[in-house]
C-alpha cells in the first residue's frame, strides 16, 4: 500500500503574526522551491500589468489615424518594452514559477535539486528586469534624458550598432536580458536535475505526470538554445564597445547573421513558452472531464517531437531575408512537420474530453478557450509556414494577431487555468468560482475582440510595428475594434487581481484536494508544508490518487 | 480522510456557458472574417489588400493563400465542431456527481489515423507551396525587362534606374505589362543603412532590403494605377513614414514620363536668387538636382522634385504649402527626421520654395 494516507493534512497551527521585516527577510533569504515559484509568478504578473499598460497606451495611439496621442520615439520605446517584458519577464518567470512550484510536489521530491541554485536563478531574473526597466530612467546614464530601448524585441542589427542607435538604451536591453538568461539557464539545469534524480519510489519516466515530462522538455530546450542567445548579446556588446564587427555592415559585418543567432533562440523559445501551457492544460482537462488523459505515450512522443523538429524551423521568421528557394522549401516542410505533433495533442485533448463528464469549473473554462483560440494560433501558423504566404504576411499585422493568439490566447489562457487550479492548493483557499467566471468572459470577448481584427489589417496589408497610419486605407474599423477590446482585457485582469486579494483574505477553505483531482500535489497538506511530504511518496501508475481512491479499478492495471 | 476533504465549489451543470465559448468564437471569427473578404472589394483603391493583386507574382501568392485558407478554414470548422459538440455533449449532468464515467487510456488505430492524416495534408499543402516558391523564386526574367535598382534609406526609398539614367525617390514608376507584350520589372534591392523591406502588397509580397546584401525581386503589373505600400521592416524613428507608391502606366504614357525626367532640370531665370540660395546653402551637401553642383546623395534628388505627388516619403502631398512647412521644420511633419531645419528667415524659405516650384 502506499503511504499515500500518512499525509494526511495536519491540524495547522494558527499563524503567528510575525513583523513584516521578519516576514520579508524570510521570503529574501527563502531557498524553498514552493516559494520562489510564488515569487516567480508574482513578479511576472508585475511585469505583466507594466507591460499590458505599455500595449494600452499604444492601442490608444492606433485609435486614430494620423493620431499624435504620442510621438513615434516614445511609441519605439513602447512596443520594444512590450514584447520584451512580455517574453522575457512574464512568459519565462510564470512558466519557470510553475515548473519551480509543482515539478518538485509532482514528482514526490521535497525541493529542486539545488535550492540555493534556485534562489540564484530568481534573484538574477529579477534583477535583471529591474536593470533592463531602469532604462526609463537612466538609458542616456550621465546625460539626463532617460530612454528605454526602441530597436524591437529582436533587435535587428544594424539598427543596435553604434552608428544607429546611440546612447546606451540597447546596452539596457542587451545586459538586462543576459543576465535573466543566465539565471534561466541555471533553472533549467535546476529542473533537468531534479528530474532525473529526484523522482518518488515507483515514479518510472513513464508514470511521471505530463506537466513533469513537458518542462523537462522546455528545461532542455532552454539549456540549447539560451546560449545562443546569450553567445550573440555578448558579441553585440564586443560591436558596441571593443570595435568588433560581427553586425556591423558597414565593415563588412552581416545583418542576417544576427538574425539566424535570434531565431536559433527565438523559436525553440516559442516553444519554451507554450509547451508549459501544453503541460497544465494535460493535467486540467483530464480532471474536469474525469477522465484519464487520452493516449500518454503519444503525448509524451509528440512533447518531444516538438522539441527536436522546433529546433529545426528558425527560418521561417526569415521568409523574407532573401534565402534561396531550396533553404525556403526546406523550412516551410519543417514548419508544416511541427503541426503534426502539435494536431496530435490537441486531437488528444479532445479524446481526454470526448465520452467524459465535463465540469465546467474556471480553470476548464481557460482550458476550452484555450483549445480554440490555439487552434486557430496553430491554423494561421500554417499559413505563415507557407513561405510565399508568408512574404506577404510577415511584419504585418496579421503575424501580430497569429502570436497573440499563441501566447495569449493559448499560454495566458493556460496560466489563468494554471492559477484558477493551483491557487487552492498554494493558499489553501478557494478563488471565487462567480468572479472567475466574470474573469473568463470578459477576458475572452476582449482578447479576441483585440486580436481577431489584426488578422484583417494585416491581410489588408498594415505593417506591424507603426506609430500610426493614413486615413483612407481602410484599416480605421480594425484598429478601432482592436483597441475596444483592451477595455473588456482590463477590467478581466482587474477582477482577475481582485479576486486573488479576495480570496486571500477570506477565501474558502480548500482542503487539501478541492477538486478530486489525481497527481501527488493533491495528497499533501494546501499550502504544503516546507517539506512537502511528511514520508516520501510511492506511486504504482500515472495517477497515484485515483488508484487510491479506486481500488477496485487502480489505473496500474491498465499502463 | 483524504477521500472526504472537499470536493470544491459545486460544478456549474448548466451546459450552456460551453456552448456560448464555442458559438461566441465561431462567430466572431467567422463574423470578422467574411465581411472582411467580402468588404475588400468595396474599401477604396488605396487599401493594399493581399488578395486584390494585380501583378503576376502577386497573382500566384495570393491563388495559393486562397488554397490554404480554404484547407485551413475546413480544418477549422471540422475540428472546432468537434470540440464544441464534445463540450456540449458530454457536460456533467446532474446526478452525476460521485460517478465517473470509463476511462479510456487510448486507442492505437484512432491516434495513428490523426496522426496520417495531419501528415497528408501537411504533403499536399507542402507541394503546392513548392510550386509557387519555384514559380516566383526562379523565374527568369525576359531580357528587355526593366531593371530598377532600389536603396533603402532611413526613412525613404531612392530609385535608381540605370538604362535609363533617371533617379527618383519614394515613387517608382513601371510601365503595365499584358499577356500579349510581358513588360516586367525587375527590382534589385540594398540598403544605404538599415534592413528595411520592400512590399508593395497588390504587385509582390516583400523582400527585405539588407545593407551588404542583394536581394532582386520582381513585379509584373497588368492593369494600369497607383498602388501604395510601405517599409515593413523596422528601421528606427520614422518606420511608418517610408511609404512607396507604384505608378504603373500604360505604355506610352511611360515613355513619355521616362523622357520627362531624362530632361535636365529647368532653369526658370525667375527664381535666380531662389536657386542662388538653394546652391549656396547646406542643402546641396544631401540633395542632388541633375547637372548643377548639387551632387548630395545622403537625400532624395531633387531634379523632378515637382512631378512626385507626395513629400518626406509620403508623409505629405506635395503643395506649396507642405514645401514650404517641410522646409520651415521637417522635424514638425515628420518627428525624428535626418534632415534638419536650416534656420532661413521667412523670406528665404520663400525664395527657396519658389525655386523648388520649378523643378518640374
Known amino acids: 500500500m502506499t503511504v499515500l494516507d500518512q499525509t494526511m493534512a495536519q491540524p495547522r497551527p494558527a499563524e503567528a503574526r510575525l513583523p513584516l521585516l521578519l516576514v520579508l527577510h524570510e521570503w529574501v533569504t527563502t531557498v524553498d522551491h514552493k516559494r520562489l515559484g510564488i515569487m516567480y509568478i508574482c513578479s511576472g504578473i508585475v511585469f505583466f500589468v507594466i507591460a499590458g499598460l505599455e500595449a494600452t497606451i499604444m492601442r490608444w495611439q492606433l485609435f486614430f489615424p494620423n493620431n499624435d496621442a504620442i510621438s513615434p520615439q516614445v511609441f519605439n520605446r513602447l512596443f520594444t518594452m512590450h514584447g520584451t517584458t512580455m517574453v522575457f519577464l512574464v512568459g519565462m518567470p510564470i512558466i519557470i514559477g510553475m515548473a519551480n512550484y509543482l515539478v518538485p510536489l509532482m514528482i514526490g521530491a521535497r525541493d529542486l535539486a539545488f535550492p540555493r541554485l534556485n534562489a540564484f536563478g530568481f534573484w538574477l531574473f529579477l534583477f535583471g528586469g529591474l536593470l533592463l526597466y531602469f532604462s526609463f530612467l537612466g538609458g542616456d546614464g550621465l546625460y539626463g534624458a532617460g530612454t528605454a530601448p526602441d530597436v524591437g524585441w529582436f533587435a535587428y542589427s544594424p539598427l543596435t550598432g553604434r552608428a544607429f542607435s546611440r546612447g546606451n538604451s540597447t546596452d539596457y536591453w542587451i545586459l538586462g536580458l543576459l543576465v535573466g538568461g543566465i539565471g534561466s539557464i541555471a533553472t533549467a539545469a535546476n529542473i533537468v536535475t531534479t528530474v532525473v534524480c529526484m523522482r518518488c519510489k515507483g515514479m518510472t519516466l513513464g508514470k511521471m505526470p505530463l506537466f513533469v515530462w513537458m518542462l523537462t522538455v522546455v528545461s532542455v530546450l532552454i539549456l540549447l538554445v539560451m546560449p545562443p542567445l546569450t553567445a550573440a548579446q555578448v558579441m553585440l556588446l564586443f560591436d558596441r564597445f571593443l570595435g568588433a564587427k560581427f553586425f556591423d555592415t558597414q565593415a563588412g559585418g552581416s545583418a542576417v547573421l544576427w538574425q539566424h543567432f535570434f531565431w536559433i533562440f527565438g523559436h525553440p523559445e516559442v516553444y519554451v513558452l507554450m509547451l508549459p501551457g501544453f503541460a497544465a492544460a494535460s493535467e486540467i482537462i483530464p480532471v474536469f472531464s474525469r477522465k484519464v488523459i487520452f493516449g500518454y505515450p503519444m503525448m509524451v512522443a509528440a512533447t518531444i517531437a516538438i522539441g527536436f523538429i522546433g529546433m529545426g524551423v528558425w527560418a521561417h521568421h526569415m521568409f523574407t531575408v532573401g534565402m534561396s528557394a531550396m533553404s525556403n522549401t526546406f523550412f516551410t516542410a519543417a514548419t508544416m512537420l511541427i503541426a503534426v505533433p502539435t494536431g496530435i495533442k490537441i486531437f488528444n485533448w479532445l479524446g481526454t474530453m470526448w465520452g467524459g463528464r465535463i465540469r465546467f469549473a474556471t480553470p476548464m473554462l481557460f482550458c476550452i478557450g484555450f483549445l480554440l483560440q490555439f487552434l486557430v494560433a496553430g491554423l494561421t501558423g500554417i499559413m505563415l509556414a507557407v513561405s510565399p504566404f508568408d512574404w506577404q504576411l510577415s511584419d504585418s499585422y496579421f503575424v501580430v494577431a497569429h502570436f497573440h493568439y499563441v501566447l495569449i490566447g493559448g499560454l495566458l489562457f493556460t496560466i489563468f487555468a494554471t492559477i484558477y487550479y493551483w491557487f487552492p492548493k498554494v493558499t489553501g483557499r478557494m478563488l471565487s468560482e462567480r468572479v472567475g467566471k466574470w474573469h473568463f468572459w470578459l477576458f475572452a470577448i476582449g482578447f479576441n475582440l483585440t486580436f481577431a481584427p489584426m488578422h484583417i489589417s494585416g491581410i489588408l496589408g498594415m505593417p506591424r510595428r507603426i506609430y500610426t497610419y493614413e486615413a483612407g486605407r481602410g484599416w480605421e474599423l480594425w484598429n478601432q475594434l482592436s483597441s475596444i477590446g483592451v477595455i473588456f482585457q482590463i477590467a478581466a485582469v482587474l477582477i482577475f487581481v481582485w479576486n486573488i486579494i479576495s480570496a486571500l483574505r477570506h477565501g474558502e477553505p480548500a482542503g487539501d484536494d478541492p477538486w478530486d483531482a489525481w497527481t501527488l500535489e493533491w495528497s499533501t497538506t494546501s499550502p504544503p508544508p516546507e517539506y512537502n511530504f511528511e514520508t516520501p511518496p510511492v506511486v504504482r501508475s500515472r495517477r497515484p490518487l485515483w488508484d487510491l481512491k479506486h481500488p477496485e479499478d487502480p489505473d496500474w492495471r491498465h499502463e | ?360
Not at chain 2, 59 to 88: D, K, M
Not at chain 2, 260 to 279: H, I, S, T
Open chain 2, 1 to 360: 480522510m483524504l477521500l472526504s476533504v472537499l470536493i470544491g465549489p459545486p460544478a456549474r451543470k448548466r451546459w450552456y456557458p460551453s456552448a456560448i465559448v464555442g458559438l461566441t468564437f465561431v462567430l466572431s471569427v467567422a463574423g470578422l472574417v467574411v465581411p472582411a473578404f467580402t468588404a475588400a472589394a468595396a474599401v477604396p483603391i488605396q487599401t493594399p489588400n493581399i488578395f486584390e493583386p494585380v501583378s503576376t507574382p502577386a497573382y500566384a501568392v495570393a491563388e495559393l493563400s486562397w488554397l490554404v485558407l480554404a484547407i485551413t478554414g475546413a480544418i477549422f470548422v471540422v475540428v472546432g465542431s468537434l470540440l464544441v459538440y464534445s463540450i456540449v455533449r458530454f457536460r456533467a449532468r446532474p446526478g452525476d456527481e460521485g460517478r465517473e464515467p470509463p476511462q479510456v487510456y487510448g486507442s492505437n488505430q484512432v491516434e495513428t489515423a490523426w496522426t496520417v492524416v495531419p501528415l497528408l495534408i501537411v504533403f499536399v499543402l507542402f507541394l503546392a507551396t513548392t510550386r509557387t516558391i519555384i514559380t516566383v523564386q526562379n523565374a527568369e526574367p525576359p531580357p528587355d525587362a526593366l531593371k530598377i535598382t532600389v536603396v533603402g534609406h532611413q526613412w525613404w526609398w531612392e530609385f535608381h534606374y540605370p538604362e535609363l539614367g533617371i533617379i527618383t525617390a519614394n515613387e517608382l514608376h513601371t510601365p503595365v505589362s499584358d499577356r500579349g507584350n510581358r513588360r516586367p520589372t525587375v527590382l534589385t534591392l540594398h540598403s544605404d543603412d538599415v534592413v528595411h523591406s520592400f512590399w508593395v502588397p497588390r504587385l509582390a509580397g516583400k523582400t527585405d532590403v539588407i545593407p551588404n546584401r542583394d536581394n532582386h525581386m520582381w513585379i509584373e503589373p497588368m492593369e494600369p494605377g497607383t498602388y501604395v505600400g510601405q517599409c515593413a521592416e523596422f528601421c528606427g524613428t520614422q518606420h511608418a513614414y517610408m511609404l512607396l507608391r507604384v505608378v504603373v502606366h500604360p505604355r506610352g504614357e511611360f515613355d513619355r514620363w521616362v523622357a520627362e525626367q531624362r530632361k535636365p532640370p529647368v532653369m526658370d531665370p525667375r527664381v535666380q536668387a531662389g536657386r542662388d540660395l538653394f546652391y549656396s546653402t547646406a542643402c546641396i551637401n544631401c540633395h542632388r538636382v541633375g547637372g548643377t553642383v548639387a551632387t548630395g546623395t545622403f537625400g532624395p534628388d531633387l531634379t523632378h522634385l515637382m512631378s512626385r505627388e507626395t513629400i518626406g516619403a509620403g508623409v505629405a502631398a506635395n503643395t506649396p504649402k507642405n514645401l514650404r512647412a517641410w522646409i520651415e521644420d521637417p522635424d514638425h511633419l515628420k518627428p525624428g527626421v535626418n534632415m534638419p531645419a536650416m534656420k532661413l528667415t521667412e523670406d528665404e524659405v520663400d525664395k527657396v520654395v519658389t525655386y523648388l516650384l520649378t523643378l518640374k
